[in-house]
């Protein structure tokens, strides 16, 4: 492998040489940037004091006095945090600057975002909170943008980018051999268009930086130790490679180093058909010194004026900005308009990521797909508790001012810094440093601080809103009690705890045996949701808003950290199966009876020891077995699902349909990782021995049954505990096998260089091709390539992983981002947590040893096909339900009986609900003109029209299909809607206005944003 690599890295390296200047003129624009992290070797707060302030206020004063420089900025994060300090002059300088086109910002998302891990929502939300502080603060509108740094680059941000006014944008870090054959083509500047887009209405104009790395001394030409003398930086106390090659210059060696240096930049422009250069003239934190600024300009500036006094070298080389370059590139490539004509169109992604230049041999970045699960995992529960908490908002703040309730009013509009806070936590965490898992432990630690702040904020303003809107009486409450929102905590509460970021949730048992619960279903379909909730008494029934008895069932509750099932005593889960409408807010009423139902108390069969009976407080009927004489099954009216008796895990699933039996035995297994190879970023297991079986000691397990659910659970050591689950219900519930699984690696040293896989072994005929999601928007069709090892054919996964035949489809969904393969035919594999006490060589400097003891969640589908005759592959219509009740789960509040006022029975917020394929993505308050910390009248909402699979029979629930147009006739209900405009993506440009919500029509894949004005 490795030898043949490094032929095609030589032949690159001969490509590069062998160009040589290109006629007619060349036209050169060196971009002086810095690449600013929010967090990753220090925390954001500490990059910010020590060097991004002095990065900001630098160029305000350099950019008035050196008349030719030019900067770019990109992270308003850390901008926005400078804006706050700075002084009044400094902001109005800026704006100039802006204006005269000098200073750049480019982007303009809250951060530069990774690619890879996160789901569409957070990518989507920290461009829109980027833009929207542009917007409000400065009435600026980003129209390029620069994503240097990711590790690969997705097809999900351009498609974002384009649908938000950006016109062109810059990328980096692609697979070496991308590298070579762009640069073979010349078709490093190439329109991204999208599989499904056949016309080319997203199509962005996107160019490749033709070298490794975005600093100096890659940037300039293919010779990076040429490059390195063009790098003028020489800090006192400073000993670097560049500060040791750099000479000044001067008019003895201005002709030599000009020449040289062109040298450089025309084999770079030749790269290109256009014969137009973009060089970036900077690297991490550059010119936070002073001195910086007028070494790079001075320097430079003269080498410009002497090459471009010098007509003979037919070039023109001068600071620019991006924007510089697109204009330039166009101008040359047939005008603005034109560009379908003359680029070459690309449809995909880069993904993975490989670099060849630290050790000469290729290395794949697909270890980060999965590093740090546990914050991944804590990430997706800040985007649900954010998004439920927005669309109650915007109800409950405009209903509050239509209804002249100001007590309730001023509390809620106080509220929308908390959901500044919340948004801009979760924004950060998108950072490529971040959501990656690739930063130091302390500074991963503080990102954990933020998510737990934002999930604090989030909760706290979605209880508010729900106080509000489910309160009978609001005016009599708030005039004669003022009990409202009186003080914290209020009437309603989560039936969950979590002491600290780092400790999984736990329930928080009910000691009453007669309360109220509020189940919140956020999105704008109905809905089933299993409800659990815990409780201390067995002699009780639920009822719900319609005072109708609902069905229940009482299982126990383990403490799986004690040991094999330890049941907990006294306490029991409660579950029942609520059937949400959408958008609603509904009532259920746990209320004491005198008898104890039986029928609701689930039955339990151990195997292998654990759960001593005097634990059992002759509640649940138990059965123990040394160990199981036959496989264990369980079914239901859909499927049937067979487990092995040695292991607990699956075996197969029969779908009851057809009859057909099809093999899927499950196992989990580790990656011995190579030492110092597979780390932080990079994945690569140990040559010699790369597996190893991580579940060969006899495992304990437990059989579970009941009305409701039946379920069988396994515990390994105290590594693993697996739960498979079927529900005995009619609906979505019913058609797959759930499955949570709980990883706790032991103390390091121990388990050190493993990287636990999930892996379902099945007969699908599925060849060497899977499917693997991007953002949870799309679906990428992958090939393995068996000569790059299985390094190089792990892909990023957000929300699920299938493989298929001609009759079957096997999906993994997953409630978090994953590296996944599919190696063999036939397999499905899913990362689940990695440990390496070794550095990868990558910059992070440390191993990672930090694990926490993490849940995660799948479903496991298989479904019939009924035909073949996508044109691209798309999700199953179950697949999408499920996949969206996994990510968004429907939220429960405890109503405290002490402290409520009289509440209603339900509240819907939607007169009917969307058709089944469109997704209520978000309704966020806007911030008010100029004043971005107070909310405004209006609000953005987002809807996805997700793509489904026509060779599936369309599993619907209480919705229906309707080619992309809302009902005529839907409504939001509780509120008065003055308004509505079709905007662009972030809202930065409004649209045609329409009449109703019945006006909406969104084309199949497509994402489109509306600005609603209500009152």
């Known amino acids: 492998m490795t030898g043949g690599c490094e032929r095609i890295y030589r032949l690159d390296q001969f490509l590069f040489d062998k160009l040589v200047i290109r006629y007619p003129t060349f036209q050169v624009f060196v971009i002086p940037h810095s690449h600013n992290d929010p967090g990753w070797l220090k925390t954001f707060e500490s990059y910010f004091e020590a060097q991004t302030s002095n990065i900001l206020n630098n160029m305000v004063e350099k950019l008035i006095k050196l008349p030719n420089m030019t900067f770019m900025w990109t992270e308003m994060s850390l901008f926005s945090k400078w804006w706050e300090r700075a002084h009044a002059q400094k902001k109005s300088a800026v704006k100039e600057l802006l204006q005269s086109g000098r200073f750049e910002i480019i982007t303009g998302g809250w951060v530069m975002t990774d690619e890879a891990n996160p789901h569409i929502y957070a990518m989507l939300d920290q461009l829109i909170e980027g833009h929207q502080w542009l917007a409000n603060t400065l009435d600026y509108s980003p129209r390029t943008a620069w994503s240097v740094d990711p590790f690969g680059h997705g097809a999900t941000l351009p498609y974002l980018l384009s649908q938000s006014g950006i016109e062109g944008m810059v990328i980096q870090r692609i697979h070496f051999a991308w590298k070579q054959y762009l640069a073979e083509q010349q078709s490093g500047d190439f329109l991204w268009r999208q599989t499904w887009d056949n016309a080319g209405s997203s199509d962005i104009l996107c160019h490749n930086n033709p070298f490794d790395i975005y600093s100096i001394k890659h940037s300039c030409g293919p010779h990076p130790m040429v490059c390195l003398t063009f790098d003028f930086r020489k800090i006192k106390g400073e000993f670097t490679e560049y500060s040791q090659k750099a000479q000044p210059i001067t008019k003895w060696n201005v002709k030599e180093r000009a020449e040289t240096l062109l040298a450089q930049y025309g084999r770079t422009a030749s790269l290109f058909p256009h014969n137009v250069a973009l060089i970036s003239l900077g690297d991490d934190f550059r010119f936070d010194h002073e001195s910086e600024w007028n070494q790079q300009y001075i320097n430079y500036q003269q080498l410009f004026e002497y090459i471009n006094s010098h007509n003979e070298y037919r070039a023109s080389v001068q600071f620019g900005t991006v924007s510089d370059y697109f204009r330039e590139v166009q101008n040359r490539m047939g005008g603005a308009g034109h560009e379908a004509e003359y680029f070459p169109k690309l449809s995909g992604d880069f993904f993975v990521y490989s670099d060849i230049f630290v050790e000469g041999r290729p290395a794949y970045w697909s270890g980060f797909y999965t590093t740090r699960p546990y914050w991944k995992a804590l990430c997706r529960e800040l985007e649900a508790t954010l998004r439920s908490a927005e669309i109650l908002y915007s109800f409950a703040l405009s209903k509050a001012r239509q209804s002249e309730l100001n007590r309730t009013r001023q509390i809620l509009e106080g509220d929308y810094h908390k959901l500044t806070v919340a948004r801009g936590n979760l924004g950060v965490f998108q950072h490529h440093d971040a959501i990656t898992g690739t930063s130091k432990s302390f500074v991963m630690h503080d990102y954990g601080l933020k998510l737990y702040e934002g999930i604090r904020h989030a909760h706290t303003v ?539 029509n969104i084309q199949p894949m497509e994402i489109n944003s509306y600005n609603i004005t209500f009152g």
């Open 462 to 1000: 979605m209880t508010h809103a729900a106080q509000y809107l489910i309160t009978e009486k609001p005016l009599e409450a708030e005039i004669q009690t003022e009990k409202l929102f009186k003080h914290l905590p209020n009437f309603l509460s989560s039936p969950h705890e979590r002491s600290n970021y780092q400790m999984l949730l736990q329930p928080l048992p009910q000691k009453s045996a007669d309360f109220k619960l509020i189940v919140y279903n956020s999105l704008a379909q109905a809905r089933q949701e299993a409800i659990r909730v815990v409780v201390t008494h067995t002699n009780i029934r639920i009822f719900d808003s319609e005072d109708k008895s609902v069905p229940f069932q009482l299982n126990p509750v383990w403490n799986t950290t004690a040991g094999p099932f330890q049941l907990v005593r006294d306490q029991y889960e409660l579950l029942f199966i609520a059937q949400l409408p959408p958008l609603t807010l509904v009532t259920y009423h746990v209320k004491r009876v005198q008898v104890r139902d039986s029928s609701t108390i689930a039955s339990l069969m151990v195997f292998n020891g654990g759960l001593g009976m005097d634990d059992t407080n002759m509640v649940f009927s138990v059965q123990k077995e040394q160990m199981a004489s036959d496989d264990v099954y369980l079914e239901n009216s859909v499927l049937k699902a067979d487990f092995a008796r040695e292991t607990g895990f699956l075996n197969s699933i029969t779908l009851k349909a057809n009859g057909r039996t099809q093999s899927t035995k499950l196992d989990f297994l580790a990656y011995n990782s190579a030492q110092s190879h597979s780390g932080a970023y990079l994945f690569m297991p140990e040559p010699r021995s790369p597996v190893r079986n991580i579940s060969e000691i006899p495992p304990y397990f437990c059989v579970l049954r009941g009305p409701l659910i039946s379920e069988i659970i396994v515990q390994y050591m105290n590594l693993l505990v697996h739960t498979v689950r079927i529900y005995h219900t009619n609906g979505p519930l019913s058609m797959g096998l759930e499955m949570d699984n709980i990883i706790e690696y032991p103390t390091p040293p121990k388990f050190r260089e493993t990287e636990v896989f999930m892996r379902v072994l099945s007969d699908v005929a599925s060849g060497s091709t899977f499917f693997t999601d991007l953002n949870g928007f799309q679906m990428m069709k992958r090939s393995i390539i068996p000569k790059i090892e299985i390094e190089g054919n792990y892909y990023p996964a957000t929300t699920q992983i299938y493989i298929q035949d001609d009759n079957t489809r096997l999906s993994l969904l997953l409630s978090r981002a994953h590296g996944v393969t599919s190696w063999q035919k036939g397999w499905l594999e899913a990362m689940l947590d990695r440990r390496s006490l070794y550095d990868d060589s990558r910059g992070m400097g440390e191993g990672v040893i930090d694990n926490k003891r993490t849940r995660g969640r799948f479903w496991l589908l298989l479904e019939e096909r009924a035909g073949k005759s996508e044109s691209f592959s798309r999700p199953t219509l179950l697949a999408n339900t499920l996949s969206n009740s996994l990510i968004y789960p429907a939220h429960t509040l405890v109503v405290d009986p002490g402290n409520s006022p009289v509440l209603r029975n339900k509240v819907s917020l939607l007169n009917r609900p969307f058709p089944c394929d469109m997704h209520l993505v978000n309704l966020r308050v806007l911030p008010v003109k100029a004043y971005f910390e107070f909310p405004s009248f209006s609000s953005l909402l987002i809807v996805q029209r997700q793509g489904y699979s026509c060779d599936f029979s369309a599993q619907m629930y209480n919705c229906s299909l309707t080619n992309g147009v809302i009902r005529p006739g839907t409504r939001f209900k509780e509120v008065q809607m003055s308004a509505i405009f079709r905007t662009s993506l972030t809202a930065l440009e409004l649209g045609d206005k329409l009449d109703s919500l019945s006006d909406i």
